[in-house]
């Protein structure tokens, strides 16, 4: 399970623990970040 947030305008994303994974321009771009970042845990 992962959360975003947007702040000032920018996407960050977060694991289930909290922990900062990366940063992205748009919801969007973040989801498919998320996604290769998913396939490369498995």
């Not at 990366?22 to 845990?41: G, K, P, Q």
């Amino acid at each position: 399970m992962y959360s975003m947030r947007n702040v000032h305008g920018h996407i960050q994303v977060y694991d289930r623990s909290g922990n900062f994974l990366f940063s992205a321009d748009s919801e969007r771009e973040a989801r498919e970040e998320l996604r290769e970042y998913a396939e490369c845990e498995a």
